[in-house]
């Protein structure tokens, strides 16, 4: 049973909207750091967005003013709100959680199997 999954992509036009969402079982998921990547095809897999347990986050140059990531703690979900969109946007986009596995700080990171996002021009 998949332990995260992403759901929401799709194809939309240059300057459009999407908004991706990440489910992930409530064991992994409290307490942990989530992320968004994306990878276009023969490009290596780069973070896109990320947030903690507590709210803080964090964006790439290339998303930031662009791009919103937010958590719903309550439902173990995380967000990915993308607005003005861009050809060069395009990319499978992946969710990962950051799972500390023990007292010492050692992380195993769940990924999700990746949702398509296409802009167009």
């Known amino acids: 049973q998949a332990q995260v999954a992403e759901s929401g992509g799709g194809s939309v036009q240059a300057g459009g909207s999407l908004r991706l969402s990440c489910a992930a079982s409530g064991r992994i998921f409290s307490g942990s750091a989530v992320s968004w990547y994306r990878q276009a095809p023969g490009q290596q897999r780069d973070m896109v967005a990320s947030i903690t347990d507590g709210g803080n986050t964090n964006y790439a140059a290339s998303v930031k003013g662009r791009f919103t990531i937010s958590r719903d703690n309550a439902i173990n979900m995380v967000y990915l709100l993308m607005n003005s969109l861009k050809p060069e946007d395009t990319a499978v986009y992946y969710c990962?959680?950051?799972?500390?596995?023990?007292?010492?700080?050692?992380?195993?990171?769940?990924w999700g199997q990746g949702t398509q996002v296409t802009v167009s021009s």
């Open positions: 990962a959680v950051d799972y500390v596995v023990n007292v010492e700080g050692a992380v195993r990171k769940f």
